[in-house]
């Protein structure tokens, strides 16, 4: 009893010491010392998730059904805004879940992806528990309609019961025309169902005007870092939420 005490009275000391939203004034966020050598190889693209069923989000105390950031685990609400800078369809390769799961890479064409699941199955996995997911990929940005917050590179992954939404989206797109980056979309979710009557949380994608300038030229700049393919997507950072419909882990998907 004595040892849990002491636990949480760090615990609340930590807290009290270490701001986690307050920036203080004597920190710069546009500084970036010491990352100087850091370049786009070496990072990662979060994934914009929804919270499912069940998966280590809603284990953390994230409500079903709101979305949040996968490789911060941090919850965004029920609500995002998303800039659509770079469609990508990619190719992802799974291993079944109830075998043990596993992820084995994304990959820009289906012959590349068919060529690694050979050496995978070369190595000794099973065939039969190996999965090439074709997984429409939005590359943007995050944005905050009230400027809390600067544009934030995330990633939409949109696999099979998702897929519907994602060709919709494009279609929506393509009508509107101009830029993919020249419009702002409001992102929620809903309660969808699946060829095997399973339920499961989807997104709704909606129109919600035009992106400011700043976040437009931002957008212009990301764009090229998107089709140069220099950052990859964090495709492997969640471990168990599913859409209830596969048997394959399709945590990241």
Avoid: C
């Avoid at 710069?28 to 998730?49: A, F, M, Q, Y």
């Avoid at 995330?154 to 519907?164: D, F």
């Amino acid at each position: 009893m004595a040892t849990k005490a002491k636990e949480k009275s760090t615990e609340v000391a930590v807290q009290s010491a270490f701001s986690m939203t307050d920036t203080p004034a004597y920190v710069d966020p546009n500084s970036r010392r010491g990352s100087e050598e850091v370049s786009t190889k070496d990072l990662v693209i979060p994934r914009l998730e929804i919270v499912q069923a069940q998966g280590a989000a809603k284990d953390a105390g994230i409500p079903e059904g709101h979305l949040y950031n996968s490789a911060t685990m941090e919850e965004i609400g029920d609500i995002a805004y998303f800039v659509p800078v770079y469609f990508r369809a990619e190719y992802l390769i799974w291993k079944d879940q109830n075998e043990g799961g596993g992820f084995f890479g994304a990959f820009n064409s289906l012959a590349e992806a068919e060529r690694r699941k050979t050496e995978v199955i070369e190595n000794g996995e099973d065939p039969e528990f190996i999965e090439i997911v074709d997984t429409p990929v939005h590359y943007g940005l995050l944005v905050s309609p009230d400027g809390k917050f600067r544009p934030q590179q995330i990633v939409i992954s949109m696999a099979k019961s998702k897929a519907k939404v994602s060709r919709k989206w494009n279609a929506m797109i393509q009508i509107v025309g101009g830029d993919r980056f020249a419009r702002v979309y409001k992102i929620t979710t809903f309660v969808d169902q699946n060829k095997q009557n399973k339920k499961f949380h989807n997104f709704v994608v909606q129109p919600a005007g035009f992106v400011p300038e700043d976040i437009f030229r931002e957008a212009e700049k990301t764009y090229e870092i998107f089709k140069g393919g220099a950052v990859r997507a964090a495709h492997e950072t969640v471990v168990g939420d599913t859409e209830g419909e596969a048997t394959v882990d399709r945590s990241g998907v």
